[in-house]
């Protein structure tokens, strides 16, 4: 089993910035791709980014340019910088890992972006 611990949500003023973390712990032997997804208020869940244990990375049109994945494979550990936040960003962010053949889960931290 892969535990996995998000921090760094919070409440931001748009155009502010947030770096989401995201921790992964336990039985660990390759995690090929980690990713965050969101997911707002009466909507559907959506990949926000994802990158692989090579550094290949995917972006939602939504947030290219403004949000940066990348990850310390040293340390088990995916991070998202998110900057020029809109209200539209608001949503819970999930922190996903694949290690084959299992997916595993964070539990979620919550951004909001409001004045």
């Known amino acids: 089993q892969v535990q996995l611990v998000e921090s760094g949500g919070g409440l931001v003023q748009p155009g502010g910035s947030l770096r989401l973390s995201c921790a992964a712990s336990?039985?660990?032997?390759?995690?090929?791709?980690m990713a965050w997804y969101r997911q707002a208020p009466g909507k559907q869940r959506e990949l926000v980014a994802r990158i692989t244990n090579r550094g290949s990375t995917v972006y939602a049109d939504s947030v290219k340019g403004r949000f940066t994945i990348s990850r310390d494979n040293a340390k088990n550990t995916v991070y998202l910088q998110m900057n020029s936040l809109k209200p539209e960003d608001t949503a819970v962010y999930s922190c996903y890992a694949f290690q084959p053949p299992n997916s595993y889960w964070g539990q979620g931290t919550q951004v909001i972006v409001s004045s």
């Open positions: 336990g039985r660990i032997f390759s995690l090929d791709v």
